[in-house]
């Protein structure tokens, strides 16, 4: 009920909003006005106020804006934007009638944190333009997530909220670290966000994109300036993920001083200690940045302290305008110590406790990077670029199901062996992109098309008899049984055309043609059934998608996608990782396709609203079942069934007072829901369980919650901002079969949970400011996630009560 009460609230104040626009309109004078960048480059989404009426609009994707109804006087007008510097001027309305004018936006120094304009927060959540560089989203279902303006925990990179103002993200939070981040949306397997094409800075970060498309990487959120999300067709132009593409973009330095700096100190509960620290600058044509960060916690849980290290360097050179060279790498090491999993009974007993004090994992990845980017016109744009991902991934584990403690073994007087397993990760990209505009029914219209090489080399060691010592050690006492080379390479063409047909109405095809080849040689001992190596699977095929969108005015419009998607056999799934695991050997790739339409605006700059309905289907679909073999309980990989899951997103803001024009100097605030309802089934599935076909059809789809909302208010007076955050997820079943509870707690049911989380900040002497967060303020006992093998069977129990301070400072 508590879930209910607050999304409907917003809807009803929604409704009132809707109703308050029809007020009588007076005869005042007006400004229609143009934001652009030096290079003469629209910048849409940029926000614009008037000082102080507190009253403003939003530049639409040419730019352009109109704000009516001002009183004649005198005025200070703001206009605001996350990737440009703060423009503000005086002027002087003496006359009825309508005042034209253009605005140039400088770039933007992204070391600062927060915008300095009295009373007015800018908005944490934004869409991207119809297009930008070589991208198109005309019409696309999109997201931006200004951190600059957060007060989110991003000391321990909280997905939960980051991506508050995303509806329909599904968190899994396996520990409360933060270094793993596994998100997904509309009901995908959030597993390290590998449903989804996961960059940085436009650069894939999947560990091996088509073999094993795991996340290890994750920059540190202090690091990022905005998290940019495509859903839909839009991300036919990154890959065929049902997820679509999700962009970390990291800040930019302050081109305005030769140096600048910025430094993050926090110290928090259960030995929390973070320090992040940056710096950039820009001399001549050539411009730099560079930070490091390091964080180390003991855990809220027994066995799950953790320290981690990342760092990123970056130049950039400007050939002339609208040309340029950046050079770019980034690294991120940590060791993990995993607590495992828990049964039901454990975790109802105490869900801090760990029978696993030997576990750990230790991912060490490199980025290195290299773009060019070109005007080659007024009409032509072109990008090249070309990244990869090296590194390792590293796990020591005594893997059992959590009934089984990890003791000394009797008869040696030692601890049993544990199991060494290695990856080494080879994975290179490289994208060309092209877009040109063109004149089309008396319009301008836009194609962009490109090609994409990636060639993956991932070197596979498992089940090796590690020691019997309690540290972090990899070494060995029997060799690997499990020594394979996985190879992929992948080629693809893609294109899309906006077409705007009147200058309201934009029609937006796509296609992509991808070809993967993916190959698997080496030894592997002892495993049942016996794999036939080596072993070649080439696929190629196209995937069609369009969008559209029809703009009701500058700041409504209506938007229509349809995309079809792929998701491949991957290496991780041919083979079992475990001796409790066993693999269907006649798994299929899963196809599938997603849908959506929606309404999203800006009204008179109190209300932002993004409202759809979205249908996911995803055939084929490989997961998970427990069953027994022999009396033990295993772990069999195959193809579940046909899942289809359709629901509503919604996203709702509003600011009261600007609503209702009440003006309370230095004071604003709003408030928020971010809202999901999945009604997620099996339309078609039988599977094996104990030697008979049990019919799936009509179960509920694991892991998908029937309802996640995440609502809040905003608030600011002066330099003080605050957040308080009340996330609500639904229950859902663990697997395929809708188990309700197992022995061993590795299926079952998830049960619902309400969180609050609090955050506050405050800026003091221009370039200080301070933050206090409370995760989880009433300490709830909650679980996100039941485990099957990694990071330990069972239930993965979340973070309780938490409280962190930081200090910052920016120079």
């Known amino acids: 009920m508590r879930s209910t009460?607050?999304?409907?609230?917003?809807?009803?104040?929604?409704?009132?909003?809707?109703?308050?626009?029809?007020?009588?309109?007076?005869?005042?004078?007006?400004?229609?006005g143009h934001v652009a960048t030096k290079l003469g480059e629209a910048i849409p989404n940029a926000s614009i106020l008037i000082m102080p009426l507190e009253k403003g609009t939003i530049s639409d994707e040419k730019g352009n804006f109109s704000i009516e109804n001002i009183p004649l006087g005198k005025y200070k007008l703001s206009i605001q934007h996350v990737s440009y510097e703060l423009f503000e001027e005086n002027i002087n309305l003496k006359n009825i009638g309508t005042y034209t004018r253009s605005f140039v936006l400088n770039d933007k120094v992204f070391l600062l944190e927060i915008s300095e304009v009295t009373g007015k927060r800018q908005t944490e959540i934004t869409t991207l333009p119809k297009i930008q560089g070589t991208e198109i989203y005309a019409g696309k279902k999109t997201e931006v997530i200004n951190l600059q303006n957060s007060d989110a925990n991003l000391a321990e990179n909280s997905p939960r909220q980051i991506f508050a103002k995303v509806p329909g993200v599904t968190v899994w939070e396996m520990d409360g670290t933060g270094n793993q981040v596994g998100i997904s949306t509309r009901g995908l397997n959030p597993h390290r966000t590998w449903e989804l094409n996961v960059r940085q800075n436009g650069d894939v970060i999947n560990s091996d994109l088509f073999g094993y498309p795991e996340a290890h990487y994750n920059p540190p959120a202090e690091a990022l300036g905005r998290v940019e999300i495509v859903r839909g067709s839009g991300a036919l132009q990154y890959g065929p993920q049902f997820g679509g593409m999700l962009n970390y973009i990291i800040k930019e330095p302050d081109t305005t001083k030769q140096l600048s700096f910025e430094t993050k100190q926090t110290v928090g509960t259960f030995g929390l200690f973070s320090s992040y620290n940056a710096l950039g600058g820009k001399t001549g044509k050539l411009s730099y940045s560079a930070y490091y960060d390091f964080r180390r916690s003991d855990g809220w849980r027994k066995n799950s302290d953790y320290n981690f290290k990342a760092w990123h360097t970056s130049l950039a050179y400007d050939f002339a305008p609208g040309i340029r060279l950046v050079a770019s790498l980034s690294h991120?090491?940590?060791?993990?110590?995993?607590?495992?999993?828990?049964?039901?009974?454990?975790?109802e007993e105490d869900p801090r406790q760990s029978n696993r004090d030997r576990n750990y994992f230790n991912p060490t990845i490199y980025v290195p990077s290299l773009h060019f980017t070109a005007k080659l016109s007024s009409n032509t744009y072109l990008s090249v670029r070309g990244s990869g991902i090296i590194g390792e991934r590293n796990s020591v584990q005594f893997i059992t199901l959590p009934t089984v403690n990890d003791t000394i073994n009797e008869s040696t007087n030692?601890?049993?062996?544990?199991?060494?397993?290695?990856?080494?990760?080879?994975?290179?990209?490289?994208?060309?992109?092209?877009?040109?505009?063109?004149?089309?029914?008396?319009?301008k219209s836009d194609i962009a098309f490109g090609v994409r090489y990636g060639d993956s080399r991932t070197l596979r060691k498992q089940k090796g008899l590690g020691t019997t010592d309690k540290d972090f050690d990899l070494s060995l006492i029997s060799p690997y049984k499990i020594d394979l080379v996985f190879r992929t390479h992948n080629y693809a063409a893609f294109a899309e055309n906006v077409f705007n047909l009147t200058p309201k109405f934009s029609v937006t095809p796509g296609v992509r043609f991808e070809y993967i080849n993916s190959e698997m040689t080496g030894r592997i001992d002892n495993l049942t059934p016996s794999a036939n190596l080596p072993y070649t699977l080439k696929r190629s095929f196209p995937l069609f998608g369009i969008g559209s969108e029809y703009e009701f005015d500058k700041n409504i419009s209506a938007y229509a996608n349809f995309t079809q998607n792929f998701r491949p056999v991957l290496h991780s799934d041919l083979i079992p990782a475990t001796d409790f695991d066993r693999t269907n050997p006649d798994l299929k790739d899963s196809r599938g396709n997603n849908s959506e339409i929606g309404i999203r605006g800006n009204l008179n700059g109190?209300?932002?609203?993004?409202?759809?309905?979205?249908?996911?289907?995803?055939?084929?679909?490989?997961?998970?079942?427990?069953?027994?073999?022999?009396?033990?309980?295993?772990?069999?990989?195959?193809?579940?069934?046909?899942?289809?899951?359709?629901?509503?997103e919604i996203f709702l803001e509003i600011y009261p007072l600007r609503m209702f024009k009440a003006n309370v100097a230095g004071f604003d605030f709003s408030l928020f829901t971010s809202t999901a309802f999945n009604s997620a089934k099996y339309t078609a599935g039988t599977v094996a369980v104990a030697g008979e076909n049990v019919n799936i059809k009509d179960n509920k789809a694991e892991n998908i919650p029937n309802c996640t909302s995440r609502?809040?208010?905003?608030?600011?007076?002066?330099?003080?901002?605050?957040?308080?955050?009340?996330?609500?997820?639904?229950?859902?079943?663990?697997?395929?079969?809708?188990?309700?509870?197992?022995?061993?707690?590795?299926?079952?049911?998830?049960?619902?949970?309400?969180?609050?989380?609090?955050?506050?900040?405050y800026h003091f002497l221009e370039r200080y400011s301070l933050k206090c967060s409370i995760g989880n303020l009433t300490d709830e006992h909650y679980f996100t996630r039941r485990a099957t093998g990694y990071p330990g069977p069972g239930i993965l129990p979340s973070d309780g009560r938490s409280f962190l301070v930081s200090l910052g400072a920016r120079f």
């Open 414 to 443: 030692q601890y049993n062996p544990r199991q060494v397993d290695r990856d080494y990760y080879h994975s290179y990209s490289s994208e060309a992109k092209l877009r040109q505009s063109y004149s089309l029914l008396n319009g």
């Open 332 to 347: 991120m090491n940590y060791v993990n110590h995993f607590a495992a999993g828990l049964t039901d009974a454990m975790f």
């Open 606 to 648: 109190f209300l932002q609203y993004d409202l759809n309905y979205f249908r996911l289907q995803y055939d084929d679909r490989i997961g998970t079942l427990v069953e027994s073999e022999n009396g033990q309980t295993i772990f069999y990989k195959t193809n579940i069934g046909d899942l289809l899951n359709q629901g509503s």
């Open 711 to 761: 609502n809040g208010i905003n608030l600011r007076y002066k330099k003080l901002t605050g957040t308080l955050q009340i996330s609500y997820v639904g229950e859902s079943y663990s697997d395929a079969l809708n188990t309700k509870s197992t022995a061993s707690g590795v299926n079952g049911l998830v049960p619902s949970y309400l969180i609050t989380d609090f955050n506050l900040t």
């Open 5 to 32: 009460l607050f999304p409907c609230f917003i809807v009803a104040v929604f409704l009132m909003a809707m109703s308050e626009n029809g007020y009588s309109q007076k005869k005042f004078a007006a400004i229609n």
